[in-house]
T-cell receptor
Framework: NAGVTQTPKFQVLKTGQSMTLQCAQDMNHEYMSWYRQDPGMGLRLIHYSVGAGITDQGEVPNGYNVSRSTTEDFPLRLLSAAPSQTSVYFC?????????FGPGTRLLVL | SQKIEQNSEALNIQEGKTATLTCNYTNYSPAYLQWYRQDPGRGPVFLLLIRENEKEKRKERLKVTFDTTLKQSLFHITASQPADSATYLCATGANNLFFGTGTRLTVIP
Protein backbone atom coordinates (compact mmCIF):
# COMPACT_ATOMS: atom_id res chain seq x y z
CA ASN A 1 0.00 0.00 0.00
CA ALA A 2 1.22 3.50 -0.86
CA GLY A 3 -0.89 4.94 1.99
CA VAL A 4 -1.78 8.61 1.52
CA THR A 5 -0.09 10.37 -1.37
CA GLN A 6 -0.07 14.08 -2.16
CA THR A 7 1.00 16.03 -5.21
CA PRO A 8 2.74 18.34 -5.80
CA LYS A 9 5.37 18.40 -3.06
CA PHE A 10 6.02 22.10 -3.56
CA GLN A 11 4.26 24.85 -5.49
CA VAL A 12 4.73 28.56 -6.00
CA LEU A 13 1.68 30.61 -7.03
CA LYS A 14 1.02 34.22 -7.75
CA THR A 15 -1.80 35.99 -5.97
CA GLY A 16 -5.08 35.30 -7.75
CA GLN A 17 -3.99 32.08 -9.42
CA SER A 18 -5.92 28.89 -8.87
CA MET A 19 -4.65 25.38 -8.30
CA THR A 20 -5.66 21.96 -7.07
CA LEU A 21 -3.77 20.00 -4.46
CA GLN A 22 -4.18 16.30 -5.08
CA CYS A 23 -4.66 13.66 -2.39
CA ALA A 24 -5.21 9.96 -2.84
CA GLN A 25 -5.35 6.95 -0.51
CA ASP A 26 -5.38 3.24 -1.33
CA MET A 27 -6.61 1.95 2.04
CA ASN A 28 -10.34 2.20 1.22
CA HIS A 29 -10.92 4.65 4.06
CA GLU A 30 -14.22 6.50 4.12
CA TYR A 31 -13.04 9.48 6.16
CA MET A 32 -10.56 11.95 4.63
CA SER A 33 -9.54 15.45 5.63
CA TRP A 34 -7.32 18.41 4.79
CA TYR A 35 -5.24 20.37 7.29
CA ARG A 36 -2.93 23.32 7.00
CA GLN A 37 0.09 23.77 9.25
CA ASP A 38 1.50 27.18 10.05
CA PRO A 39 4.31 28.11 12.46
CA GLY A 40 2.97 28.69 15.96
CA MET A 41 -0.57 27.71 14.94
CA GLY A 42 -0.50 23.95 14.83
CA LEU A 43 -2.50 21.92 12.34
CA ARG A 44 -5.94 23.29 11.53
CA LEU A 45 -8.76 21.43 9.78
CA ILE A 46 -9.87 22.93 6.45
CA HIS A 47 -12.44 20.47 5.05
CA TYR A 48 -13.33 16.86 5.60
CA SER A 49 -15.35 14.08 3.99
CA VAL A 50 -17.04 11.08 5.57
CA GLY A 51 -17.49 9.32 2.25
CA ALA A 52 -17.87 9.76 -1.49
CA GLY A 53 -20.27 12.61 -2.26
CA ILE A 54 -20.20 14.02 1.28
CA THR A 55 -18.02 16.93 2.36
CA ASP A 56 -18.16 19.48 5.16
CA GLN A 57 -16.26 22.49 6.47
CA GLY A 58 -13.67 22.43 9.18
CA GLU A 59 -12.17 25.22 11.24
CA VAL A 60 -10.64 27.32 8.41
CA PRO A 61 -12.58 26.62 5.17
CA ASN A 62 -12.59 30.08 3.57
CA GLY A 63 -10.81 30.23 0.23
CA TYR A 64 -10.85 26.47 -0.28
CA ASN A 65 -13.18 24.05 -2.05
CA VAL A 66 -13.30 20.27 -1.96
CA SER A 67 -15.16 17.47 -3.66
CA ARG A 68 -15.20 13.70 -3.16
CA SER A 69 -16.29 11.81 -6.23
CA THR A 70 -14.49 8.58 -5.30
CA THR A 71 -13.40 6.91 -2.08
CA GLU A 72 -9.76 7.20 -3.12
CA ASP A 73 -9.43 10.88 -4.07
CA PHE A 74 -10.01 14.09 -2.15
CA PRO A 75 -8.65 17.15 -4.00
CA LEU A 76 -8.38 20.59 -2.42
CA ARG A 77 -8.94 23.59 -4.66
CA LEU A 78 -7.71 27.12 -4.17
CA LEU A 79 -9.88 29.29 -6.40
CA SER A 80 -7.95 32.56 -6.05
CA ALA A 81 -4.75 32.17 -4.08
CA ALA A 82 -3.82 34.75 -1.44
CA PRO A 83 -0.52 35.22 0.45
CA SER A 84 -2.37 34.16 3.64
CA GLN A 85 -2.69 30.70 2.09
CA THR A 86 1.06 30.21 2.16
CA SER A 87 1.35 27.11 4.31
CA VAL A 88 2.06 23.40 4.39
CA TYR A 89 -1.00 21.33 3.52
CA PHE A 90 -1.58 17.81 4.78
CA CYS A 91 -4.18 15.33 3.67
CA UNK A 92 -5.22 12.53 6.01
CA UNK A 93 -7.44 9.48 6.01
CA UNK A 94 -8.77 7.56 8.98
CA UNK A 95 -8.85 3.80 9.40
CA UNK A 96 -10.09 2.53 12.75
CA UNK A 97 -8.46 4.62 15.47
CA UNK A 98 -5.54 5.67 13.31
CA UNK A 99 -5.22 8.76 11.15
CA UNK A 100 -2.74 8.45 8.29
CA PHE A 101 -1.21 11.67 7.01
CA GLY A 102 0.33 12.30 3.62
CA PRO A 103 3.80 13.82 3.16
CA GLY A 104 2.42 17.33 2.65
CA THR A 105 2.41 20.03 -0.03
CA ARG A 106 4.39 23.18 0.66
CA LEU A 107 2.63 26.14 -0.96
CA LEU A 108 4.07 29.62 -1.39
CA VAL A 109 1.79 32.39 -2.62
CA LEU A 110 3.57 35.53 -3.78
CA SER B 1 -14.04 24.85 20.05
CA GLN B 2 -11.53 22.87 22.06
CA LYS B 3 -8.18 24.51 22.80
CA ILE B 4 -5.11 22.32 23.15
CA GLU B 5 -1.95 23.66 24.74
CA GLN B 6 1.49 22.14 24.68
CA ASN B 7 3.35 24.53 26.91
CA SER B 8 6.89 23.52 26.08
CA GLU B 9 8.03 24.50 22.62
CA ALA B 10 11.27 22.59 23.04
CA LEU B 11 12.67 19.97 25.40
CA ASN B 12 16.27 18.74 25.54
CA ILE B 13 17.02 15.51 27.34
CA GLN B 14 20.01 13.23 27.82
CA GLU B 15 19.98 9.85 26.09
CA GLY B 16 18.65 7.12 28.35
CA LYS B 17 16.48 9.42 30.43
CA THR B 18 12.69 9.58 30.38
CA ALA B 19 11.17 12.41 28.37
CA THR B 20 7.84 13.75 29.62
CA LEU B 21 5.71 15.99 27.41
CA THR B 22 2.58 17.78 28.58
CA CYS B 23 -0.70 18.47 26.81
CA ASN B 24 -3.45 20.54 28.43
CA TYR B 25 -6.98 21.13 27.17
CA THR B 26 -9.11 24.04 28.28
CA ASN B 27 -12.74 23.32 27.52
CA TYR B 28 -14.83 20.19 27.68
CA SER B 29 -13.24 16.87 28.48
CA PRO B 30 -12.51 15.20 25.14
CA ALA B 31 -13.51 11.63 24.48
CA TYR B 32 -10.09 10.93 22.99
CA LEU B 33 -6.58 12.31 23.13
CA GLN B 34 -4.08 11.36 20.48
CA TRP B 35 -0.32 11.75 20.19
CA TYR B 36 1.60 12.05 16.94
CA ARG B 37 5.24 12.27 15.96
CA GLN B 38 6.33 14.64 13.20
CA ASP B 39 9.77 14.72 11.63
CA PRO B 40 10.96 17.78 9.65
CA GLY B 41 9.44 17.92 6.18
CA ARG B 42 7.10 14.98 6.84
CA GLY B 43 3.50 14.41 7.83
CA PRO B 44 2.49 13.49 11.38
CA VAL B 45 2.61 9.81 12.30
CA PHE B 46 0.05 8.41 14.73
CA LEU B 47 1.50 6.99 17.95
CA LEU B 48 -1.18 6.44 20.57
CA LEU B 49 -4.82 7.17 21.34
CA ILE B 50 -6.20 7.24 24.87
CA ARG B 51 -9.87 7.38 25.76
CA GLU B 52 -11.47 9.43 28.48
CA ASN B 53 -12.14 6.34 30.62
CA GLU B 54 -8.57 5.06 30.29
CA LYS B 55 -6.02 6.32 32.80
CA GLU B 56 -2.95 5.02 31.02
CA LYS B 57 -1.90 3.40 27.78
CA ARG B 58 1.44 1.89 26.78
CA LYS B 59 3.16 0.95 23.55
CA GLU B 60 6.74 -0.29 23.78
CA ARG B 61 8.74 2.61 25.33
CA LEU B 62 5.81 5.01 25.10
CA LYS B 63 3.28 5.72 27.83
CA VAL B 64 0.35 8.13 27.78
CA THR B 65 -1.80 9.19 30.72
CA PHE B 66 -5.12 11.05 30.75
CA ASP B 67 -6.16 13.01 33.84
CA THR B 68 -9.63 14.53 33.42
CA THR B 69 -9.36 16.34 36.77
CA LEU B 70 -6.23 18.19 35.73
CA LYS B 71 -7.42 18.39 32.08
CA GLN B 72 -4.06 17.04 31.07
CA SER B 73 -2.33 14.25 29.18
CA LEU B 74 1.28 13.30 29.76
CA PHE B 75 3.37 11.54 27.13
CA HIS B 76 6.43 9.65 28.32
CA ILE B 77 9.29 8.15 26.32
CA THR B 78 11.42 5.89 28.50
CA ALA B 79 15.07 5.08 27.77
CA SER B 80 15.11 7.88 25.22
CA GLN B 81 17.33 7.59 22.14
CA PRO B 82 18.63 10.20 19.66
CA ALA B 83 16.26 8.63 17.10
CA ASP B 84 13.36 9.82 19.28
CA SER B 85 14.24 13.44 18.43
CA ALA B 86 11.21 14.91 16.66
CA THR B 87 8.22 17.16 17.26
CA TYR B 88 5.40 15.52 19.20
CA LEU B 89 1.85 16.70 18.68
CA CYS B 90 -1.15 16.27 20.92
CA ALA B 91 -4.66 16.28 19.44
CA THR B 92 -8.20 15.77 20.61
CA GLY B 93 -11.02 14.17 18.70
CA ALA B 94 -11.41 11.04 16.66
CA ASN B 95 -12.24 12.24 13.16
CA ASN B 96 -11.88 16.03 13.22
CA LEU B 97 -8.78 16.76 15.22
CA PHE B 98 -7.76 19.85 17.17
CA PHE B 99 -3.98 19.95 17.46
CA GLY B 100 -1.58 21.59 19.85
CA THR B 101 1.42 23.42 18.43
CA GLY B 102 3.78 20.62 19.38
CA THR B 103 6.89 20.10 21.49
CA ARG B 104 10.23 19.67 19.76
CA LEU B 105 12.17 16.97 21.59
CA THR B 106 15.94 16.68 21.22
CA VAL B 107 17.66 13.66 22.74
CA ILE B 108 21.33 14.42 23.30
CA PRO B 109 23.77 11.49 22.97
Amino acid sequence: NAGVTQTPKFQVLKTGQSMTLQCAQDMNHEYMSWYRQDPGMGLRLIHYSVGAGITDQGEVPNGYNVSRSTTEDFPLRLLSAAPSQTSVYFCASRGGETQYFGPGTRLLVL
Amino acid sequence: SQKIEQNSEALNIQEGKTATLTCNYTNYSPAYLQWYRQDPGRGPVFLLLIRENEKEKRKERLKVTFDTTLKQSLFHITASQPADSATYLCATGANNLFFGTGTRLTVIP
